[in-house]
T-cell receptor
Framework: DTGVSQNPRHKITKRGQNVTFRCDPI?????LYWYRQTLGQGPEFLTY????????KSRLLSDRFSAERPKGSFSTLEIQRTEQGDSAMYLC?????????????????FGEGSRLTVL | QKEVEQDPGPLSVPEGAIVSLNCTYS??????FMWYRQYSRKGPELLMY????GNKEDGRFTAQVDKSSKYISLFIRDSQPSDSATYLC???????????FGKGNQVVVIP
């Protein structure tokens, strides 16, 4: 295991369909993050987990989005009733926290992303 | 106004030149500052990580943070064609939690 793995790498779907992305973090990392990146923009934070607990969600994560990390290992991000505005690269990242004042200051390792195209 | 502003204009420089990139931000609570490099169709990879104000040097890369001006910079000395990538600034108030990224600068180093 040399890095964060994301599948599928590219998904093309029709508007209204549901899609699910999977992220396998680096095995000893207990923090897992999801970000979304649209063309010409920097990544935007969506949510993060520590082990199986989802600790924070962005306002960007509408009710159509749900993320899980059931056993504290891999994570899934599901988008229901996709819209064209959901077209983006979905990036997963993981870290093994080096805490400083209780905050995670360890290096964040990103996967190569899952690109979603909604037609 | 976005929390982090980074002029996304592409930058072309000849090999060996110094590349200078910068970001400004509005949230005075930010105290962790990072620069990521992103190659085409790849995820970002961490280049530099700085806490609070000051300078940090790592090989050909120097990161500077001026919290009083809410301004951060990245300098790449002796630029190489392999440095051609998009450079993203990122920052947060609580370490890795909820990073705020700039739009990124596409840098092309011409041999």
């Amino acid at each position: 295991d040399t890095g964060v793995s994301q599948n599928p790498r590219h998904k093309i779907t029709k508007r209204g369909q549901n899609v699910t992305f999977r992220c396998d973090p680096i095995s000893e990392h207990n923090r897992l993050y999801w970000y979304r990146q649209t063309l010409g923009q920097g990544p935007e934070f969506l949510t993060y987990f520590q082990n199986e607990a989802q600790l924070e969600k962005s306002r960007l994560l509408s009710d159509r989005f749900s993320a899980e990390r059931p056993k504290g290992s891999f994570s899934t991000l599901e988008i229901q009733r996709t819209e064209q505005g959901d077209s983006a690269m979905y990036l997963c990242a993981s870290s093994f926290p080096r805490t400083s004042g209780g905050w995670d200051t360890g290096e964040l390792f990103f996967g190569e992303g899952s690109r979603l195209t909604v037609l | 106004q976005k929390e982090v502003e980074q002029d996304p204009g592409p930058l072309s420089v000849p090999e060996g030149a110094i590349v200078s990139l910068n970001c400004t931000y509005s949230n005075s609570a930010f105290q962790y500052f990072m620069w990521y490099r992103q190659y085409s169709r790849k995820g970002p990879e961490l280049l530099m990580y700085t806490y609070s104000s000051g300078n940090k040097e790592d090989g050909r890369f120097t990161a500077q943070v001026d919290k009083s001006s809410k301004y951060i910079s990245l300098f790449i000395r002796d630029s190489q064609p392999s440095d051609s990538a998009t450079y993203l600034c990122a920052m947060s108030d609580y370490g890795n939690n909820r990073l705020a990224f700039g739009k990124g600068n596409q840098v092309v180093v011409i041999p």
